[in-house]
């Protein structure tokens, strides 16, 4: 997956420093699930439409299995929206843009 600005690939290193502060929705996915390249422009439109709202982040599985494996992650793609450092919603599975923002709403 391409990295870029609105959605950075997170490292073990970085994810707890990226989740302690504000609303954060980290993408568990990867490279070889087709659900989750289709999921991918859904993620950086959201992350566009709530910038400023909600931080967006993505973690590749098979380079972070220590943390899929802390945060249950067993099927992908698997979607975690953390809240000052703390799980407060998973999204499992693609679903529509529009679906997807009614959802994130209820947190802001």
């Given at each position: 997956?391409?990295?870029?600005?609105?959605?950075?690939?997170?490292?073990?290193?970085?994810?707890?420093?990226?989740?302690?502060?504000?609303?954060?929705?980290?993408?568990?996915?990867?490279?070889?699930?087709?659900p989750c390249l289709m999921i991918a422009p859904v993620i950086e439109e959201l992350a566009e439409r709530f910038e400023g709202?909600?931080?967006?982040?993505?973690?590749?599985?098979?380079?972070?299995?220590?943390?899929?494996?802390?945060?249950?992650?067993?099927?992908?793609?698997?979607?975690?929206?953390?809240?000052?450092?703390?799980?407060?919603?998973?999204?499992?599975?693609?679903?529509?843009?529009?679906?997807?923002?009614?959802?994130?709403?209820?947190?802001?």
């Amino acid at each position: 997956m391409v990295n870029n600005d609105k959605v950075p690939e997170l490292t073990n290193g970085e994810f707890n420093n990226f989740i302690t502060k504000g609303l954060v929705l980290v993408d568990f996915y990867a490279d070889w699930c087709m659900p989750c390249l289709m999921i991918a422009p859904v993620i950086e439109e959201l992350a566009e439409r709530f910038e400023g709202k909600i931080k967006f982040g993505k973690l590749n599985v098979e380079d972070n299995s220590v943390l899929s494996h802390k945060y249950k992650v067993s099927s992908i793609p698997n979607l975690i929206l953390f809240k000052n450092g703390e799980m407060v919603e998973r999204f499992v599975g693609n679903q529509s843009s529009e679906d997807f923002e009614k959802k994130l709403k209820k947190f802001i």
